[in-house]
């Protein structure tokens, strides 16, 4: 395990992921100007043409109150999978009352959804590794294909503490296709993300406060254990190195769009 991947013995005073995760430690504030300086960047360099792709998790919380606060023209859009739990679709309507933002909302083709479950069933995930990434094909990629459709560049909260996966990922990066893909979370911690939620008292998924850092769709996301591995709650019954919904592996758009 990654040592920086487990998370701190959970006392009885421990209440909520504040509590728990929340430090100041050195070179946060470097790591918050070069973040916004990258925020900055991506929307001089693609002006109407960004967009944050918001999982409602903590780390895209703290982009959205960033492009929030310094006003920067980059979209909020989130995959509105149809298995959510209800605590993350909570988040939507508090980001636009605090911010005054809309939230572009993309859900799957109704009919797509229907005939994979009618198939497969409700619990096909849990079936096969090819059956769950047919499930995130249709609940997030077709959807994601959307939302970058005529946009030059995304942003996304990907930590390189996140996974052994991400532990090289650059902070901007070109996609096979031409889209530039930013990730100016690149260096936090995960005692960053949660210092600046503290200082800057960010919504944030009240499913943090139940042992869950990474949060997904409601049948693939359970809370972790003491000393697991911060992805060890999403898909938690497939090998660690099938972790990613296909999302953020390095793909053409024609994958994408599929
Ligand atoms: Fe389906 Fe789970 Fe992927 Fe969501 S995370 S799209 S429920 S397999």
Redesign the pocket.
């Known amino acids: 395990a990654l040592p920086w991947a487990t998370l701190p013995e959970a006392g009885p005073a421990a209440s909520s992921a504040i509590s728990l995760y929340a430090r100041l430690t050195p070179g946060f504030d470097e790591r918050l100007a070069a973040t916004l300086a990258l925020l900055k960047q991506a929307a001089s360099e693609h002006p109407g043409s960004v967009v944050l792709a918001n999982s409602l998790g903590a780390e895209d919380m703290v982009l959205t109150d960033l492009i929030a606060r310094h006003q920067l023209p980059i979209a909020i859009g989130t995959l509105q ?4 739990n209800p605590e993350t679709l909570a988040l939507i309507p508090k980001i636009e009352a605090r911010y005054g933002l809309t939230v572009e909302l993309y859900s ?1 083709v109704e009919e797509s959804v229907v005939h994979f479950v009618r198939q497969n069933g409700e619990k ?2 849990y079936q096969s590794i090819e ?10 990629l077709e959807p994601l294909g959307r939302m970058l459709a005529k946009r030059t560049a995304w942003v996304t909260g990907l930590r390189r503490e996140q996974s052994n996966n991400r532990g090289a990922m650059p902070d901007r990066e070109v996609e096979a296709n031409g889209r530039a893909k930013f990730n100016p979370l690149v260096d936090w911690t995960w005692n960053d993300v949660w210092h600046y939620i503290e200082t800057h008292q960010v919504p944030y998924n009240a499913l943090h406060d139940q042992f869950m850092p990474s949060i ?6 359970r809370a972790i254990a003491v000393g697991e591995e911060f992805r060890a709650g ?2 938690w019954w497939e090998d660690e190195n099938a972790k990613e ?1 296909g999302l953020h592996v390095k793909q053409d758009s024609a994958a994408v769009s599929a």
């Open positions: 999978t149809g298995a959510l799957p096909a995930m059956l769950r990434k047919a499930c995130c094909q249709v609940r997030k997904g769709c409601a049948p693939c996301t999403r898909w919904c």
